[in-house]
């Protein structure tokens, strides 16, 4: 392999900012813009593609395809290098990647075979081809570097080397992966289709097998793309968590894959861009780490499917649910709804009297509760909501009772996990439905508040 | 011999050694569905051992199983969070975690690779190199191996290793029940006092110390087949979980032994001057092991399913053919399929005197009693579909039609 044709600025010094802007806003020498720029587009495509292969669930599939083609790398040399007949260049690096991508098919058709044909279930599968395979390579890779022909850069496509990678190299890599990126784009609804509903879509005539085929394919395109860059065993990283991250953001197919393309864009090209500033930072690991620290921010702090968000929500829901449990309490409590001490409900929820009180003061901020000396009261839009949920909760009972033959005993212990989950519609139906059921026995179901008293949001 | 001793015995012994430790494991990560989980940790286990040599200085075994240990809790811990907290796919929550540890592990390498006294070769990490393993100060004759004084200056790693194989292997001999019961039915497990998760958690950790234990003969990924591979092998083989565990055991260190072998014998038959690699011809062996038994073992492989559904579909058309004679034995009109009878139901049916030359067809008088004992188990299985099943009993004919070919219903388990 011949040398890059120009080097990528390494320097043992801190870095200054002028050279960090130089690298990030591409101009830092022909060689190092056109890597970043094949690196965004690596990541632009497998984003896209990961997306597709994480909904199936065949991340772990596409990760066992990466191993194999080691094999496939080593054993195109060997015949490039042994048959000089073909005519074909050892090194040549679209000799090399065809190798690879028709092992990564056969691992692909392995792993089928194996679990079509033995007991042997697929994730024990995945792991016997990825490492038979691997090492399948290693021995091949072994047999290459004795040869008297050079074979010094196959190695590389293990961890990936971006510094090795000439202009002409990076070109065809950014060309490979927006075949990828297209291709999944003119296949995206029938994807969509077989990854949300395979029976349907079976059902529906559309050939399964052949569009999980085309995902394998395309797969198999991305992980060869990737393999100069980010080598053969970080490459699945790049397939799995750009749209990993991307599916904490929204419930949305079309934004869960234009950001699972952008946080591969990003990783492919922050991370190319540092591991060009960084003393000894192979870019496939700096790649990877970028986009593993997005899935991080993702994971923590994204709004619909986040873990904050998540825990805000219960927060919320806990929150709801215990001023609905206190509301009724004092509904039941009293006829003319009277004071409830902060003894009574901490002893009713099993709570301590001062958290009951925070609560109290929390539901008296929100004008539920007004504080007299006897203790809380409620205002009037308290009594309505407390009056409400008293009310859903009958309904449930006696829907339990005579619908869904719940023992009479275990009534009350089943209506108090739902009755704050009701949609104001069930309520409605359920209310119809047994006044049909009982029409001119007496209503144990206490009426309706009038329109005023509800509140918007509540129960 | 001397040279065998030197170049080649700790070497093989090193290479049996991992062998058997992984694939003991491995038959509860198979059994467990987990054998992925040994994929990611094998991964993970990088970066604690990375860390563990630049803090130690050196690869001294009981930093490097600390920092293994490490390195595999936060990878199981951090797959676990990801799945509870982020509700993510198992596979895509393990690919995230193994593939970040894994880049952060290398990275790391590549920084420490200036500092004094570590040589550790990213390559080397990967696959191993069991030749470097050489015993120069080896005895002169194999006799003196007898006396344990010998020993005292093998290397190192093969001490670690034969404390790991041997504290595995005795592990699993003392917690076999609670493994097996937590392996196959972990809820159960649980209700029986054997805590599920905490059997879990350990056998996560043994993997980890397995992975790096074997980690300077095998690399870290060649690992995954001797954990996954022997197996696998072992269960096309037997339903029975310790003979399994014996099978397994059997398989890794035959294979690591002939692996070995082949790598070292095989180039000179070519006139290749030196010996492959030893750890990726035993993973290449162990696969063509695997391949093999998948073709033809006894009653799981591919062979003799196939050979087994084909005898049934001979049985099932000529005791539908036998059936069809004697529903029509006395009918003038003669429905088609006696017109036309399947030719080689037919001639099988001939050759065992069950039915007549005649054309048509008649049944013999051994005929007669199996089409009759056919027809009856028809009659028993459209009884118990319609009776315990509760299905209509136009249904229940239909379904009778495929039961009837199977033994009758009172020797199923369930019935009283």
């Known amino acids: ?110 792993i089928q075979l194996i679990t079509r044909h033995t007991r042997i279930r697929q994730d024990a599968a995945i792991g016997i ?8 390579g290693v021995v091949l890779l072994g047999i290459a570097q004795r040869l008297d022909v050079p074979a010094g850069g196959l190695h590389h496509f293990i961890y990936g080397q971006t510094a090795a990678m000439r202009a002409s190299d990076a070109m065809l ?75 904490f953001w929204t419930d949305h197919l079309g934004r869960m ?8 864009a990003l990783s492919g090209y922050l991370g190319a861009s540092l591991s ?84 109290a003061r929390v539901l008296s901020a929100r004008g539920l509760l007004t ?44 209506v108090d996990q739902v009755e704050h989950v009701l949609s104001d519609e069930l309520i409605a139906r359920l209310e119809a439905e047994l006044e049909r059921e009982q029409s001119g026995a007496p209503a144990i179901v206490p009426p309706t508040p009038d329109s005023t008293g509800r509140e918007a949001g509540g129960a | 011999m001397k040279q065998f001793l030197v170049l080649d015995l700790v070497p093989l012994l090193a290479l049996a050694l991992s062998a058997l430790t992984c694939a003991l494991l491995g038959n509860f990560l198979v059994l467990r569905r987990q054998a992925l989980m040994g994929d990611a940790i094998s991964h993970a286990v990088l970066p604690g051992l990375v860390v563990a040599v630049i803090l130690t200085g050196s690869l001294a075994p009981w930093g490097v199983f600390l920092g293994a240990a490490c390195a595999a809790a936060v990878t199981a811990l951090s797959i676990e969070l990801i799945k509870r907290l982020g509700r993510v796919e198992p596979g895509a929550a393990m690919g995230v975690v193994f593939s970040v540890l894994f880049a952060l592990g290398v990275l790391m390498l590549e920084q420490a690779h200036g500092l004094a006294n570590i040589d550790l070769d990213p390559s080397c990490v990967l696959y191993g190199q069991p030749e470097y393993l050489a015993w120069y100060s080896a005895p002169e004759r194999a006799g003196e191996l007898l006396s344990p004084s010998a020993w005292a200056s093998a290397p190192t790693p093969l001490f670690t290793l034969l404390g790991v194989a041997t504290g ?80 397994s055991a059997g398989t890794g260190v035959g294979s690591a032994l002939l692996g070995y072998g082949v790598a070292a014998n095989a180039p000179r038959l070519f006139g290749l001057p030196d010996a492959l690699n030893a750890a990726g011809a035993v993973t290449v062996t162990l696969a063509a092991g695997f391949v093999v038994t998948a073709l033809v073992a006894p009653t799981h492989g591919v062979i003799a399913r196939v ?41 099988r049916a001939r050759s065992r005197g069950w039915v007549t030359r005649d054309i048509p067809p008649r049944l013999t008088e051994s005929g007669l009693r199996y089409a009759e004992s056919v027809m009856r188990r028809h009659r028993e299985w459209q009884d118990e579909l319609v009776r315990r099943a509760g299905l209509d009993p136009e249904h229940a004919h239909l379904r009778a039609h495929q039961l009837e070919h199977l033994p009758d219903p009172s020797t199923l388990p369930c019935t009283e």
Request: proline share 6%; aromatic share 6%.
């Open chain 2, 307 to 347: 050979v087994r559904t084909r005898r049934l579909a001979r049985r099932v058309a000529m005791e539908d053919l036998l059936a069809d004679l004697y529903r029509h034995r006395d009918d003038p009109s003669r429905p088609s399929e006696i017109q036309r009878p399947d030719q080689r139901a037919l001639d």
């Open chain 1, 129 to 136: 081809v990825l490492s038979s395979a691997f090492g399948l």
């Open chain 1, 257 to 264: 894959l234009v950001l699972g393309a952008c946080f591969g």
């Open chain 1, 173 to 247: 890599m950014a060309g490979i992966a927006g075949v990828a990126l297209v291709s999944t784009l003119a296949l995206k609804k029938e994807l969509a289709l077989v990854c949300f509903n395979d029976a349907f879509a079976k059902v529906d005539g559309w050939p399964v097998a052949r569009l999980d085929g085309a995902m394998l394919v395309l797969a198999v395109t991305v992980v060869v793309a990737g393999l100069q860059a980010v080598g053969l065993i970080l490459v699945i990283a790049l397939l799995v968590i750009p749209p990993a991250a991307a599916r």
């Open chain 1, 1 to 110: 392999m011949t040398p890059p044709a120009q080097a990528i600025p390494v320097h043992d010094q801190a870095l200054s900012v002028s050279e960090v802007v130089r690298v990030l806003t591409l101009q830092a020498g022909h060689n190092t813009t056109v890597v970043t720029l094949a690196a965004a587009t690596l990541g632009l495509a497998a984003g896209l593609v990961g997306a597709f292969a994480l909904l199936r669930k065949r991340t772990l599939v596409a990760d066992a395809l990466a191993h194999a083609t080691l094999p496939g790398i080593a054993g195109a040399f060997l015949l490039a290098a042994l048959v000089p007949g073909l005519g074909l260049g050892p090194m040549s690096l679209p000799v090399l990647l065809i190798g690879a991508a028709v092992a990564a098919l056969l691992a692909a058709w392995a």
């Open chain 1, 371 to 414: 504080r007299t000396p006897a203790g809380y009261e409620p205002t009037p839009r308290g009594r309505a909501r407390g009056e409400r949920v008293a009310r859903n909760h009958a309904l449930w009972e006696q829907y339990l009772v005579t619908h869904a033959d719940v023992a009479p005993s275990h009534v009350d212990w089943s």
């Open chain 2, 168 to 247: 595995t292997t005795l592990l699993i001999a003392v917690f076999f029940k609670e493994l097996r019961i937590a392996a196959f039915d972990p809820a159960l497990a649980t209700t029986q006092g054997v805590h599920a998760g905490g059997v879990h958690a350990a056998l996560m950790l043994a993997v980890a110390i397995a992975t790096v234990a074997a980690f300077e003969a095998v690399g870290s990924i060649l690992v995954i087949a001797m954990l996954i591979t022997p197996a696998a092998t072992a269960r096309l083989l037997t339903d029975r979980l310790s003979v399994q565990l014996w099978l």
């Open chain 1, 276 to 359: 060009a500033l960084l003393p000894d930072a192979p870019a496939g690991s700096v790649i990877v780490l970028t986009a593993g620290a997005i899935f991080l921010f993702s994971l923590i702090l994204a709004p619909s499917r986040g873990v904050l968000a998540a825990f805000a929500q219960r927060q919320t829901l806990r929150l709801r649910i215990a001023a609905d449990h206190l509301l009724e309490l004092i509904h039941d409590n009293a006829a003319p709804a009277g004071p409830v001490t902060l003894r009574q409900f901490a002893r009713a929820r099993a709570w301590s009297p001062a958290r009951a009180g925070a609560f």
